[in-house]
């Protein structure tokens, strides 16, 4: 067989193989996708991704989270929300900032989580940080999930990408505080919800 009759057959032969190929090597939807940003856990009706796997999370593995199964979120799906903007004063420079980004109880309803009640809900950051409030107070408070600070995304190493915040110059019991301690139920680099399921 001469070297153009073997290329040939060896392309005729890939072109046949290719689909068998492609079909057991497809990518997972999530991998098509953007990168999921903030997973949402617990009492969750609306998910899209199995257990947690510690070969694939080991963040979330180190810093002790567990699932059988959440709703993941890439950055395109939480900008393509409604936004809300807000201008609070912060603790890291004493001045008003806007900050804009979906409702968090909206982002939380996308995920299939109750409406509101005094269930738990933890925030967690990416450095470990993690506060716990309810349903009931997202609401009341009107946390936002911050995608953008004064008309700019908030990268990864600074407040974002995302800050779970809200307008504490706004509601008189946070106002009334130091500015310091204004703040302590809102997590910068946000990326992981857990809703209590009792």
């Given at each position: 067989?001469?070297?153009?009759?073997?290329?040939?057959?060896?392309?005729?032969?890939?072109?046949?193989?290719?689909?068998?190929?492609?079909?057991?090597?497809?990518?997972?939807?999530?991998?098509?996708?953007?990168?999921?940003?903030?997973t949402?856990?617990?009492?969750?009706?609306?998910?899209?991704?199995?257990?947690?796997?510690?070969?694939?999370?080991?963040?979330?593995?180190?810093?002790?989270?567990?699932?059988?199964?959440?709703?993941?979120?890439?950055?395109?799906?939480?900008?393509?929300l409604?936004?809300?903007?807000?201008?609070?004063?912060?603790?890291?420079?004493?001045?008003?900032?806007?900050?804009?980004?979906?409702?968090?109880?909206?982002?939380?309803?996308?995920?299939?989580?109750?409406?509101?009640?005094?269930?738990?809900?933890?925030?967690?950051?990416?450095?470990?940080?993690?506060?716990?409030?309810?349903?009931?107070n997202?609401?009341?408070?009107?946390?936002?999930?911050?995608?953008?600070?004064?008309?700019?995304?908030?990268?990864l190493?600074?407040?974002?990408?995302?800050?779970?915040?809200?307008?504490?110059?706004?509601?008189?019991?946070?106002?009334?505080?130091?500015?310091?301690?204004?703040?302590?139920?809102?997590?910068?680099?946000?990326?992981?919800?857990?809703?209590?399921?009792?």
């Amino acid at each position: 067989m001469n070297k153009r009759q073997f290329l040939t057959r060896a392309a005729v032969l890939g072109a046949s193989v290719t689909p068998a190929f492609g079909a057991g090597n497809a990518k997972p939807a999530a991998c098509a996708a953007a990168p999921a940003i903030l997973t949402v856990s617990g009492a969750v009706k609306h998910t899209n991704r199995g257990p947690l796997d510690p070969a694939f999370d080991p963040l979330m593995t180190k810093q002790l989270v567990k699932f059988a199964s959440a709703r993941t979120f890439d950055y395109p799906s939480i900008a393509s929300l409604p936004a809300v903007t807000i201008k609070p004063t912060v603790e890291y420079d004493a001045k008003q900032h806007t900050l804009s980004g979906p409702l968090l109880a909206n982002v939380l309803e996308k995920a299939g989580v109750p409406g509101a009640g005094d269930t738990k809900v933890s925030l967690r950051a990416v450095d470990g940080y993690a506060v716990l409030t309810t349903l009931d107070n997202i609401r009341a408070w009107r946390f936002i999930v911050a995608t953008q600070m004064d008309g700019k995304p908030m990268p990864l190493g600074g407040l974002g990408p995302l800050w779970a915040i809200y307008d504490a110059d706004n509601i008189p019991e946070l106002a009334a505080k130091p500015l310091k301690d204004r703040f302590v139920l809102c997590p910068w680099g946000l990326y992981q919800i857990q809703v209590s399921e009792a």
